[in-house]
């Protein structure tokens, strides 16, 4: 180990990125290795819900600091749920690098069939574990890649009875939860390809360094991204005041799952290279996974958009439409952030109009997000609307299914 390595290992500020459990051929050579959720305060994957819990363990993969990672240049299987995977939007991962790996709580519905295929057309390879071989999982077993079989709670019987049934070329069979060398050459003389389990190697805690954002700009660069035409070099401009987010998205694009022909040196290459959709993705993400609670982050998103869209309806210039976004953004700093919008004014250097909406609550702006957030408590305390709000109840509407689609892949 590296002197650079054992310092990072030692380190009292280490956090828990996730567990890595390898995967081994039939010469007891690392084929893959399984990722799997871990957190510092012992909250399970399941407690955390399948759709945060994987979500924080790709940006922890792709974003933390750590040296324990760059031994991992082989394939990785992440477990996936339904929901994650019905959302048609993954992380900016290498196809050939992952095999989705669909956990038992999955419903195999014909919608989540055609997800599957979709994926599988991208070049993602599919992994069943804890599944049922019967007639509704046919679908997914003819799509599989890979069959996890748990030699625990499974006969040498059972396996053979199962591989002469459903065995196909290209199908690879994977004996899990192998604690002995006797279970390794029985499962291996039935034919199983690839191992997992004690008996190999343990699942090893992968700590490192979380990238944190900085709070002080997120709402400049959430409004600058999501604009009718963001301005890259606006953006480069604002990023480069936070160099925490910078570190993280850099890491992301020169991840070894992302790494393309050379990596990213520049803040404007690596905007260009992640794309607007991803970049947009990455930021949301940053603010939904560190700072706040997914139903806040769809209130105060679904806020901008509305007073941005009020701004549209009253004629205004794109300028003002912007403005009036992102002054319903920081409105919504409390909600998102912890910090009283008043204080996050203090720390940005903002038009002067949107600090009097939010800080003097006077002007047309405060008068739109007056609009906006009494039909946000109208709906939570289910109150008729003024005649104030009327014109409006259809965008807010519209704005709010557009939002959670939009974070349906970080949320």
């Known amino acids: 180990m590296s002197r650079h390595n054992q310092n990072i290992s030692c380190s009292k500020d280490l956090q828990s990125l996730f567990a890595a459990q390898p995967i081994f051929n039939c010469n007891k050579q690392r084929y893959a290795v399984e990722l799997l959720y871990r957190s510092d305060t012992g909250v399970t994957a399941l407690q955390l819900g399948d759709v945060k819990a994987t979500t924080e363990l790709l940006y922890n993969l792709c974003s933390g600091i750590t040296e324990q990672i760059e031994q991992y240049r082989a394939p990785v299987f992440i477990n996936v749920c339904a929901q994650f995977l019905l959302s048609r939007s993954f992380l900016p991962l290498d196809p050939s ?48 890649d ?34 002995t060398e006797q279970q390794f050459i029985a499962f291996k003389a039935l034919g199983c390809e690839l191992f997992q389990g004690y008996f190999l190697a343990k699942p090893l805690l992968i700590a490192g360094k979380k990238i944190e954002p900085s709070v002080l700009r997120l709402a400049e660069i959430i409004g600058c991204l999501f604009a009718d035409e963001p301005d890259i070099n606006q953006l480069v401009l604002l990023l480069q005041d936070e160099p925490a987010i910078v570190m993280g998205m850099l890491k992301i694009v020169n991840s070894p ?8 040196s520049s803040v404007k290459e690596m ?22 609670a997914p139903t806040a982050a769809i209130t105060v998103l ?79 305390l289910k109150l008729a609307a003024s005649a104030a709000e009327l014109p409006y109840i259809s965008s807010y509407n519209q704005e709010l299914a557009d939002v959670q689609k939009r974070l349906a892949p970080v949320l």
């Open 97 to 144: 690098q992952v095999v989705i790996e669909l956990i038992e709580r999955i419903e195999p519905t014909a919608e989540f069939i055609a997800a599957v295929v979709s994926f599988k057309q991208q070049g993602f390879r599919f992994a069943l574990d804890d599944f049922e071989f019967s007639d509704a999982w046919q679908p997914l077993l003819e799509l599989a």
């Open 146 to 179: 890979i069959i996890k079989i748990d030699v625990l709670n499974s006969s040498l019987a059972e396996v053979e009875r199962y591989k002469a049934q459903y065995s196909r070329p290209g199908l690879v069979w994977l004996a899990e939860k192998v604690e």
């Open 257 to 264: 799952l992302y790494r393309k022909t050379r990596e990213v």
């Open 271 to 292: 905007i260009t290279r992640l794309g607007l959709e991803l970049a947009r993705k990455w930021v949301l993400m940053y603010a939904v996974l560190n700072n706040t």
């Open 302 to 380: 679904t806020r901008a958009y509305t007073a941005q869209r009020i701004a549209k309806l009253w004629q205004l210039s794109n300028e003002q439409c912007h403005q009036y976004f992102l002054a319903a953004l920081i409105s919504g700093s409390d909600m998102l952030f912890g910090i009283e919008s008043d204080r996050f004014l203090q720390h940005l250097n903002i038009n002067p109009d949107i600090k009097q909406a939010i800080s003097c609550n006077s002007g047309r702006m405060a008068e739109a997000l007056a609009i906006v957030c009494n039909i946000e408590r109208g709906y939570a």
